[in-house]
């Protein structure tokens, strides 16, 4: 009944708003941005779709004409409109509006936002140089990033050469760095000599104490797994305690996250080994949760190939085929028990929130007194957080926005990341309940609590409609007064809700 009623609301309001002589209300002018693949304007009925679908020849080549004179709006654009307003609706635009004067308007106010923006953007670029030094340099220390770029850096952004090609090229690239890690009188190539001295000497100034974090383990809440988890989880976490002292946290934590998005990467192998057999269809929306957690550990590498955590052979060399193993142990575990294999990467990752409180504690004075990279800016602080939001299952979208300005909120906000990752893997290990999307759960939300106020509104028109003796409930809901009094606002909702999710 809602919805149905919502189409009918929709239909009359754009025919009742363009009515000669009515005044024209600017929702129903503005053409609403057709969604790809979807139909271009909400408002549209079937009856309006008929009626611009029936325009004769003259009419779509009279229009098309005017697109040809015409190249300030795009057609999708100028498309929505014609479907949108009726050809009355178009000539009462004209008779209250003054083309000229809201050209000249609109020129005038560009220009003071071109102004504005320059403006912001000096400021921005001076307080940048003010507080830390090429910024920029600073985001190409590591051996990988300075050899093969990342993705932010579009000039470096092509499609992959064959496989022989380019295992071939890399291993010679290898090789010449594994002779100068073995020769001592031979330098391995080094990004970090561009840096600026005194970040080096700050950056090497970093301290990561063990002992401290094992402590850390004691004092929290135990990860419940057995032996035959635990095992290899503790021979690991020795493991990096040998491999990396206390004067490599950097280096440290580029190991780390190279193994981290192997766990990731083996559940989505596995969930689409299952698929293609047609075994199981269940796993669908986990596979994008593991490709935003994979995203999230794959930024938290970036970063720490910024700071030149993978510039010695030693530690790429190590890392690299440690996550191969990894990756391979992973996806067995995972096809013996997906839980046993989710439990593994609890385990992991809340050594992982251990490592960077740490980390963030101890070194908490001279990280704020550091730049944050370039790629740390872009993914906490970027125009899309859509897969941002995606892989944090335990709480709602939206609600984590990072700041980022120092290298102490960089490190802040990775703690913070991997707190998130325990929650989605504990919660995975549990078969009776459902992980979902948090994106996913948000639209479903906003759809319910947009149809729970469309049987509302209906219920409240229903009433007025007892209360004035019976006028057809049709000629109330489309009556203007009370669209724009209280619920035009609201029908708006429902209306993009409705759009969005159900056509
Ligand atoms: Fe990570
Ligand atoms: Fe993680």
């Known amino acids: 009944m809602p919805l149905a009623a919502v189409a009918r609301v929709a239909r009359h309001r754009v025919e009742r708003s363009t009515d000669a002589g009515r005044t024209i209300s600017r929702r129903s002018i503005r053409p609403r941005r057709p969604r790809r693949g979807r139909t271009a304007v909400v408002v549209e009925s079937s009856k309006d779709h008929r009626r611009s679908s029936k325009t004769s020849p003259d009419d779509a080549s009279r229009r098309d004409g005017a697109r040809k004179t015409s190249s300030v709006y795009p057609e999708d654009v100028s498309d929505a409109f014609d479907r949108a307003v009726s050809e009355e609706g178009r000539r009462s635009i004209v008779e209250v509006t003054n083309v000229d004067e809201l050209r000249e308007r609109a020129r005038a106010e560009r220009k003071q936002l071109a102004a504005t923006e320059l403006a912001l953007a000096a400021a921005v670029l001076a307080r940048k140089q003010e507080s830390f030094d090429s910024m920029d340099e600073f985001c190409s220390y590591g051996y990988i990033a300075s050899v093969k770029g990342v993705y932010i850096d579009v000039s470096r952004n092509e499609v992959p050469k064959g496989f022989a090609q380019t295992a071939s090229e890399n291993f010679a690239r290898e090789m010449r760095e594994m002779v100068a890690f073995i020769d001592p009188d031979l330098d ?79 559940y989505t192998a596995a969930l689409t080994f299952y698929e293609i057999l047609g075994w199981y269809r269940g796993g669908a ?219």
């Open 188 to 266: 391995e190539s080094d990004g970090r000599t561009t840096m600026p001295k005194e970040l080096r000497v700050k950056l090497e100034a970093l301290r990561l104490d063990s002992d401290a974090i094992w402590e850390r383990e004691k004092n929290r809440p135990e990860v419940p797994a057995p032996w035959l988890l635990k095992a290899p989880y503790l021979a690991l976490c020795f493991m990096l305690d040998k491999l990396f002292d206390e004067t490599k946290p950097v280096q440290r934590f580029w190991f780390l996250e190279t193994v981290a998005r192997m766990p990731y990467y083996s």
């Open 285 to 503: 929306e986990l596979r994008k949760i593991h490709f935003a957690e994979e995203w999230n550990e794959y930024h938290h590498l970036l970063i720490m190939e910024s700071l030149g955590g993978d510039v010695s052979w030693r530690d790429r060399f190590l890392g690299q085929h440690a996550a191969l193993v990894y990756y391979g142990v992973l996806i067995l575990l995972w096809f013996m028990s997906p839980a046993l294999a989710y439990n593994f990467s609890e385990l992991i990752e809340a050594h992982a929130v251990d490592t960077y409180a740490q980390f963030v504690d101890q070194n908490a004075e001279l990280l704020k007194t550091m730049p944050a990279p370039r790629i740390a800016v872009e993914y906490y602080e970027g125009a899309d957080l859509y897969l941002f939001d995606e892989f944090q299952t335990a709480r709602e979208v939206r609600t984590r926005r990072p700041r980022i300005r120092t290298l102490y909120d960089v490190f802040s906000n990775i703690r913070d990341d991997e707190g998130e990752h325990v929650s989605t893997m504990n919660a995975c290990q549990k078969e009776d309940a459902a992980v979902s999307s948090p994106n996913s759960v948000n639209a479903k939300t906003a759809a319910i609590s947009a149809l729970i106020t469309a049987q509302y509104v209906f219920t409240r028109f229903a009433e007025i409609r007892g209360g004035l003796g019976g006028e057809l409930l049709d000629d109330l809901l489309v009556d203007d007064a009370i669209l724009d009094d209280a619920n035009a606002g609201i029908l708006d909702a429902i209306l993009r809700a409705v759009d969005a999710l159900f056509l």
